[in-house]
């Protein structure tokens, strides 16, 4: 089992050594080209070079600790029309620097996904909204592309929530518009509100299905199994590819440090429910979680690595 963390990585002191940058779109775009794209260009620099003393980080610490989520800002502003532009200039300079990513990540055994926001829907019942969905899928498979993935089934995972008016057919007829390459690295997940497990289970046939178990409670109020029949339809949409799970829990305070909350029992509505905790202060759930024994975790908690890094350490205590 990997357990990963999202996006920003701490030091020991919670700052974060290697932080990425980004720019306004406003700022952007009231620039002149020629110094947009020298921003562009200094700015894709820094992160990927963050990125790649971040996968050094985690090139030295045990193979259950070298899993990261990349922040999707990687290339700032990119499906801005005329970023996009200007990014097909300075690409080839970004290329070694991308290789360098890619070569790092597959020679240590680095497990890395992209998580596109809660904006990119593609089973809206807005035609803009999909195609602007669309978009962003294809932005983060170039930066994985890049990196030397999307070659075959989930070498690299880009995760999404199915929600949208249209539904499973909405969610097919995007699918079936994306590039080979992304297609091979999409997975969608279960989120709380709109979209249940048996609902992005209907997906199963087309890319794998990541299980969010923070997300099924707060939606259900319950707190699955790995013993689920649920469980073996997941394994089975990964198609032999370890799958991935995403954990979290609520925030302190509002869940007691042990036992198995009830939402009936808690003095907390669900919008404060789903917002996650920085740490992972109650075992009981650990277990839970840790028992899903034939999955990755993804660890979606504020303290990122530092929080990922408990939960191992308990974990070899078991």
């Known amino acids: 089992m990997k357990l990963g963390f999202a996006c920003k990585y ?85 290329q070694p620097l991308f290789s360098r990513c890619g070569e790092l990540a597959r020679a240590h055994n680095i497990r890395l996904s992209f998580h596109p926001g809660q904006y990119t829907v593609l089973a809206s019942d807005n035609d803009d909204v999909v195609d602007r969905a669309l978009e962003d899928v294809e932005y983060h498979t ?27 057919e909405g969610f097919r007829a995007a699918f079936m518009r994306l590039s080979p390459e992304a297609r091979n690295m999409l997975t969608v997940e279960n989120d709380e509100i709109s979209c249940s497990l048996d609902d ?72 404060k429910l789903r917002a996650h905790s920085d740490y992972y202060f109650n075992q009981t759930l650990n277990d839970w979680a840790l028992s899903f024994d034939r999955f990755d975790i993804m660890c979606e908690v504020k303290m990122k690595n530092l929080a990922r890094d408990r939960l191992y350490d308990y974990a070899q205590t078991r």
């Not at 994985?144 to 949208?164: E, P, S, T, W």
């Open 10 to 94: 701490f030091d020991s002191e919670a700052k974060q050594p290697f932080p990425f940058k980004t720019t306004t779109r406003t700022r952007f775009l009231a620039m002149e080209r020629n110094a947009a794209a020298t921003l562009l260009l200094a700015l894709a620099q820094n992160n990927l070079q963050n990125l790649s003393l971040t996968l050094e980080q985690l090139a030295q610490q045990p193979d259950a600790l070298r899993m990261m989520r990349i922040g999707s800002d990687l290339l700032p502003l990119y499906t801005v029309p005329l970023a996009t532009e200007l990014y097909g200039d300075i690409l080839p300079e970004l």
């Open 142 to 168: 170039l930066c994985a592309v890049l990196m030397g993935y999307g070659r075959q089934f989930q070498d690299f995972k880009i995760n999404i929530h199915m929600n949208g008016k249209r539904g499973i």
């Open 200 to 271: 992005v289970l209907q997906a199963r046939a087309l890319c794998p299905v990541v299980l969010d178990i923070h997300h099924h409670w707060v939606k259900e109020n319950q707190f699955i199994q790995a013993s689920d029949e649920r469980v073996a339809l997941i394994l089975e949409s990964w198609r032999g590819v370890r799958p991935v799970l995403h954990y979290s829990i609520a925030q302190e305070g509002l869940i007691p440090e042990s036992g198995f909350p009830d939402q009936e029992q808690l003095a907390a509505s669900k919008p």
